[in-house]
């Protein structure tokens, strides 16, 4: 596990520093050989956010352009809170794919738009243009009408309100993922404090799914990842 100092005021494995014009470190997460580092967050991040900051909302594009870490790393994942804060534009304006992960549950679908209407004037404020985004709904349960009926509100009218209402987001690869089901192997992971594919590849014989039932959603999850970075 890690240091739980790490995530507590700013230090320098904390990405708070980012703002603070401090120094950062990373923290190596990665097995033998592998080039995987974490630069873990807190509540203080969301205190320095509403700071008279100048030129925060570039802070994050400016860090990564800066230490060349395009050229250091495959892939940088930015992780958000659900809020449309200082830190999501941030986020926005240092990437060039938006994964945005939507539950198939009621009024759902309203908090999806918005979140698409305030990253369009993010983009067409900074002059900032994506790639791609990703829609991924989650939780879903087949078994239940509402997780049905909502499923089917977001894989029919995200692209045409997109392409409708959001001219910037337009312009870049747009698609709707095939749903994540609820399934008790996310729960399961969290309690070991691993990820669902290394739970499921791991410790298979300790989840309560049959190994079909765990071998598809390993599929889900590789396919929709190879979709994303493509």
Same mark, same amino acid.
């Given at each position: 596990g890690f240091n739980p100092e790490l +995530? #507590? &005021?700013v230090n320098d494995g904390n990405? /708070? %520093?980012i703002f603070n014009q401090e120094p950062v470190n990373v923290i190596n997460v990665g097995e033998d050989n592998e080039v995987l580092h974490l630069i873990p967050s807190n509540r203080e991040l969301g205190i320095i956010g509403q700071g008279n900051i100048i030129g $925060? !909302?570039? *802070?994050?594009r400016k860090f990564i352009k800066k230490n $060349?870490?395009? %050229?250091v790393y495959d892939v940088i994942i930015i992780d958000n809170n659900p809020k449309f804060d200082t830190m999501t534009i941030n986020t926005i304006l240092a990437s060039n794919i938006i994964v945005i992960p939507v539950v198939t549950a009621k009024d759902e679908q309203e908090g999806l738009h &918005? +979140? +698409? $209407? %305030?990253t369009e004037e993010t983009l067409s404020?900074? !002059?900032?243009s994506i790639k791609k985004m990703v829609i991924i709904p989650s939780r879903y349960n087949k078994a239940t009408k509402v997780s049905k009926e909502y499923l089917k509100i977001i894989k029919e009218d995200t692209l045409p309100f997109i392409e #409708? *209402? /959001?001219p910037t987001i337009a312009e870049a690869e747009t698609m709707v993922s095939e749903p994540v089901p609820e399934k008790v192997a996310f729960p399961d992971a969290s309690s070991y404090n691993l990820s669902v594919y290394k739970y499921l590849t791991m410790y298979s014989s300790e989840s309560s799914m049959k190994k079909d039932k765990r071998e598809k959603l390993l599929s889900l999850l590789e396919e929709i990842v190879k979709n994303v970075i493509k």
């Open positions: +995530f #507590e &005021g990405i /708070c %520093n $925060k !909302d570039l *802070m994050l $060349k870490l395009s %050229n &918005g +979140f +698409f $209407k %305030n404020t900074f !002059d900032h #409708e *209402m /959001c």
